[in-house]
Each structure stands twice: as structure tokens, then as C-alpha cells.
């Protein structure tokens, strides 16, 4: 785990001296399990600086809510770093405007999983490197770390930052991990009867709520598709043509920005499984066009690159 002290000294330091205007991190929330996005604007306000693999948001989601020419500071990890850099690829903010605070990830614990081992009425959650010891109201339980892992990042590659400012913690080792491309081949290798089944049944216990929306930092569009009344993309309702439809638009949409964060499954109230869509889509671009979304803050993706030299004029 990183150094939150030295975390604390940095973010305090940026806002001292003025560097930046407001801070990007975590707060204790009302249960141990849910650490809460926080806007630290000055350096007393990062006494209540928290780090842990309990904070489940990607904080890239919010520098959308902020002006586009605030200066900002935020902690990092590997796939929060890469979705910066989609977001200043997509202009949605100024590299110059950031600075960030880059810790390498060993992965964010899923509460659902915890709650699983331990009940609803948990105390308090201490990790180690390799164990996790969860106390609730029923008693202690010690888990190795690796079962509590939100699923995302059991595929995870890219655990540091890949362009933080100041890196904070040793480098964790890069994998090229098969999980995911095996995720993938797993799904593709059903019958198109059974892909659907598994779509259908995930789909249709959607509830419209749109949280999965909220918590993403690429689904930043002042209105979103399915707000649209006059002309009408989809069915509004919570039926299953309109659940249906939601879920393939958003997947296609994601399409060569998603960093597979799994922000999206983690916020969702259903449960619902979303990451194999996008997951899919991430092994075609990257089997079609070597592409991996935030690697860096200039290689637009494939779907982003059409000009009007391109030979194919579809688009005029």
C-alpha cells in the first residue's frame, strides 16, 4: 500500500502553494466499506485524505464536473491515469491543467464479495499485502486478498500510472494477462442462442437507474442518448427492448475509450455483469488496430481518426 502520509504531504503542498485550485481523492464515508469521492480545497481539508482498496469510484469521472480550465490535482491509479488521458485526447480537459498524484494499484477489494464472507454489518476492513482481515458484527475474518478482488481487476495489465507527475510507491509488475482475452474467448465460444440468454438475463434486470452512467469518466455528453425526446434513439421505459438497447449503445459507445475500470459494475445496484461487452470490444480493438485506450494523452482511438482525406467517405 502507498505511503498516505506522503499522499497527504503532496496534495498539501500543491494547494499551498497555489499550484493547484482543488484535490481529487477519497474521505472515510459512513460505513468502512465506502470511502467517499471528495473535493479537497484546502490543505487543512486533506487531513481527511483516505487510501484504500476500498475506493471503489474511478475519480476520473469528475474532472468533467469540474470548469474546463480549473486546476486540478487527483490521485491516480492505473486505469483513473488512462482515463485522464482519454479524457485529454477527447479535449475534455488540458494536460496543463492536472497535476497527478500516481500510486500503483494492487487492486480495489469489491465490497459485495466482502459482505459475502462477512455480512452487511462490517466494523472495520485491514489489508495487507496478501490477507485481508474484515471484522464485523459476527465475528473476524481473515481472506486472502486475491478473493476479494473486484473481478476487473483480477484482468487488470496496467496496475501504476502510465504518466502520473510524482509516483508515490514502488512499481507493481505489468502483466500481459490472459483473463481477459479468455473472458472473451469463453463468451464468443457459446452458441448464438446462449450469448443472447446470457445478454437477456443480465439485461433484464436492469432498472433504468443509469448509476452505471454516472460512474463512468467517458459517459460525460450533456445529454445522453436516452434522454432524448425529439428524435427518440430508444425506448425510454423499463422494458426489454429499451434495457436491451441501452446496454449495446453504451458497450458501442465505450468502444476504444473504456479502460476497463469496472466502475461501472461496482456502482451498479442489480449487480448486473457489463465489463464482458466492453471487454469484448477492447480485445477487437487491440487485435484490429493494437490499440489500448490511455496509454497516452495524443493516440486518438481507431474510431476517433476519420478525416476528410479518408478514402471511405461515409461520414459526408
Not at 433484464?204 to 463512468?216: M, N, W
Not at 434495457?243 to 476497463?260: D, E, K, N, P, Y
Not at 445496484?269 to 480493438?285: G, R
Request: proline share 5%; hydrophobic share 35%; aromatic share 8%.
Amino acid at each position: 500500500m502507498p505511503d498516505i502520509e506522503a499522499i497527504k504531504s503532496e496534495a498539501k503542498r500543491l494547494l499551498s502553494e497555489g499550484m493547484v485550485e482543488v484535490m481529487l481523492a477519497f474521505k472515510a464515508g459512513e460505513t468502512p466499506l465506502h470511502p467517499q469521492p471528495a473535493f479537497f480545497r484546502t490543505p487543512d481539508d486533506v487531513d481527511e485524505l483516505v487510501y484504500s482498496s476500498l475506493n471503489q469510484n474511478n475519480l476520473a469521472t469528475y474532472l468533467t464536473r469540474l470548469p474546463k480550465e480549473s486546476k486540478v490535482s487527483m490521485v491516480v491509479r492505473g486505469c483513473e491515469n488512462r482515463s485522464v488521458n482519454a479524457l485529454v485526447v477527447e479535449k475534455q480537459k488540458s494536460r496543463d491543467n492536472l497535476y497527478l498524484i500516481g500510486v500503483p494499484c494492487e487492486g480495489i477489494l469489491d465490497w459485495r464479495k466482502i459482505v459475502a464472507k462477512a455480512g452487511e454489518a462490517v466494523k472495520s476492513v485491514n489489508e495487507s499485502e496478501q490477507e485481508v482481515m474484515v471484522e464485523s458484527r459476527s465475528g473476524y475474518y481473515l481472506v486472502e486478498r486475491k478473493e476479494l478482488l473486484h473481478d476487473s481487476c483480477m484482468r487488470c495489465s496496467h496496475p501504476n500510472p502510465v504518466s502520473a507527475d510524482i509516483l508515490i510507491g514502488e512499481p507493481l509488475a505489468e502483466s500481459d494477462s490472459n483473463l481477459a482475452r479468455e473472458a472473451v474467448e469463453e463468451f464468443e465460444a457459446l452458441s448464438v442462442k446462449e450469448r443472447y440468454a446470457w445478454f437477456r438475463k443480465e439485461a433484464e434486470r436492469c432498472i433504468r437507474c443509469y448509476a452505471c452512467r454516472e460512474a463512468c469518466p467517458m459517459c460525460y455528453c450533456t445529454e445522453c442518448f436516452v434522454d432524448h425526446i425529439e428524435p427518440r434513439w430508444t425506448e425510454s421505459g423499463a422494458t426489454p427492448a429499451g434495457m436491451q438497447a441501452w446496454h449495446i449503445v453504451r458497450a458501442f459507445h465505450q468502444t476504444g475509450r473504456c479502460t476497463s475500470c469496472g466502475a461501472c459494475e461496482r456502482a451498479c445496484p442489480m449487480d448486473i455483469k457489463m465489463t464482458y461487452l466492453t471487454e469484448k470490444l477492447n480485445h477487437d480493438m487491440k487485435e484490429k488496430y493494437n490499440f489500448e485506450t490511455g496509454l497516452d494523452a495524443q493516440t486518438k482511438p481507431p474510431f476517433a481518426t476519420v478525416t476528410l482525406d479518408d478514402k471511405n467517405r461515409f461520414m459526408v
